[in-house]
């Protein structure tokens, strides 16, 4: 039978035999933890719980002293070797850090040195802050000035020699400068990558179909352990030295002045290191660090406090595997575990249907997280934005346990899923095919990810931004109705769709609370407004087709669709027709109209397929006279070409030549490219003529022009 888990029973409530039960599925749990972390460099949990987890079993054996295991994690550091590379055995231990989660904790690890060396009250006690590098630690010895051998930490004990990796990183010298130098030296600090080379290498590993690092820490820790040097030489490690290990002759008396010394030497040293001589120096370094930590270009999870007089370090000494004279005072963590208890369906402005994670509250980086965006429905699947699989195709359930990140003030986003937990009932989530918020169909178009509400005219989700663009002025172009008008009228319920702004005058007449007692309006500029609205009740179609606000619809393909059927009645009926499918006789004479792709005509259909929006239109039909476009011709020379006029044209204004060509049912290019049919030239053309007869169009003067067309 597997042990119990009682995971949930906090520390103070466990019974001796739980408090046992729990020491050993936490010793075999972090095991694994450090065994994926250290040899695979593949973490499947964040250091956030790795971190809870060790405090957990912390916690216990300091309630059960009686209880703590031989093989305890806290007595470990890190994970043995892999065995992949020759094994070195460190002269000095490479030990780990204690870990400070508060300023309390803070306050208490100072309060514990001064009691410890007995140091009165009104003495000073300095401390060195400076960033903690996520990256790996490496023990460099040196032997008469001259490298000897590097090492990784292992665990603690025994690490693997990297010697002939090391040598290759520009960071770390040959050998030392300086007169005097140790027999002796070990010289320790972090390697680490940069976000900007981390970034270009998981590039460079995708395109070359090879696996993708997690994060710049498990990327320097691969890219260290690689079998050819030239590998790790490729990949741009760096490297900051910290502190030291064995020494034949320590040159300094204090941790600031050694970290100067090995500046000297030869090595890079963190820049923001700080002599610190009280509590609130030490925390305002931590501040002012992890406020300029999103902009280092590197990773750090932390501030490191060392006590500076090195003759009181000796004295602390270490307690199981960290010094008592230094301590990690770590960042809150920016990624989380947690639960998808359910996902939810936004819809924008434009229509795209977000689906978002409603997560389990998990503080990540010090924030309250509960969701976070799942981006579109292939993502859920886990499939990228490129079509490739991302999580290793793994798809995201709702009940699954999931990793989240929260990076500056990004939206918090699901990384990850750990598979092991996902409950047996969970089922692939369903992404809806009708909008959650009016019920209009949702259709994704070929190629793109994102999944859209067809209702326009009549999603309150998308309401306000189709007003806007209604109102526009490449639409109706309505004076002094703007977007702040939209907002305002739209939130009081008088406006809620086109129809509403032709009668806002007749509802006015017989309200009580008028629309010039509103703030910051009078009788004037409601006058103004209701004249601008009338004005506006005539409209050219192509105008109306345009307001409609349909995707792929701009000004060029509202005028391609208004000249092809001339009149809204016409219009309405031919894509309603359309709706029928690709098949019919009204979608086939859609997509004959010269411009007009599949794509364009699909989005069309699929609005006119929306019974809604007809009722809608109709509704706004009711209000407004649209005035009829002269039919292209389809039967012309030119129907359906594109032309390019250019040069000064001298027997009609440009004007005239683009409304000419656009009735006999020709398209008008701003620019030639080999989708071109005819240039029309006149004197003078210059650069546009040269393309021409670089892509092998043809070219007429205005004459040659007027007798094709007749
Ligand atoms: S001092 C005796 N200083 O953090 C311990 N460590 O959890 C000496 N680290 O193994 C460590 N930046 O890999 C120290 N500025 C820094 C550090 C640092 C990162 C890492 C190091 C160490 C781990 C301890």
Known sequence: MPPRDHSSIPVDKLTEEQAKAELDRLAKELAAHDRRYYQEDAPIISDADYDALRRRNNAIEARFPELIRSDSPSRKVGAAPTGRFGKIRHAVPMLSLDNAFSEEDVTEFVARVRRFLKIPEDETVAFTAEPKIDGLSLSLRYEGGKLAYGATRGDGETGEDVTANVRTLDDIPERLKGRKLPEVCEIRGEVYMLHSDFLAL?????E???????????????????????VTASRRLKFFAYGWGEISDVPETTQSGMIEWIGEIGFRTNPL???????????????????????????IDGVVYKLDRLDWQQRLGFVSRSPRWAIAHKFAAEKATTIVNDIDIQVGRTGALTPVAKLEPVTVGGVVVQNAT?????YIKGIGNDGNPIRNGVDIRIGDTVIVQRAGDVIPQVLDVVLDKRPKSAKPYRFPTVCPVCGSHAVREEGEAVRRCTGGLICPAQQVERLRHFVSRDAFDIEGFGEKQVQAFFADGLVMEPADIFTLEKRDRRATKKLADREGYGEVSVRNLFAAIE???????NRLIYALGIRHVGETNAKLIAR????????????????????????QELISIGGIGEVVADAVVEFFKEKRNREA????????????????RSDSPVAGKTVVFTGSLEKMTRDEAKAMAERLGARVAGSVSKKTDLVVAGPGAGSKLKDAQKHGVKVLSEDEWFALVK
């Open 208 to 230: 070359a179909g090879e696996p993708v690092y997690a994060n710049p820490r498990n990327s320097a820790a691969g890219s260290l352990r690689q079998k050819d040097a030239a």
């Open 617 to 632: 239109l109709d509704r706004l039909l009711d209000e407004i006279e649209v005035e009829p476009m002269e039919q292209a």
């Open 535 to 541: 004005a506006r009740r005539k409209i050219p179609l």
């Open 564 to 587: 092809h059927y001339g009149t809204i009645e016409a219009l309405r009926d031919g894509l309603t027709a359309a709706g029928k499918g690709p098949e019919s006789e009204a979608y």
């Open 273 to 299: 290191l700080r002599l610190c001589r009280s509590i609130e120096q030490m925390l305002a370094v931590y501040r002012d660090i992890e406020g300029k930590r999103a902009k280092l270009g590197y990773d």
């Open 374 to 378: 799942l981006h579109n429905e292939d």
């Open 202 to 206: 998981n590039k460079r590993q995708a």
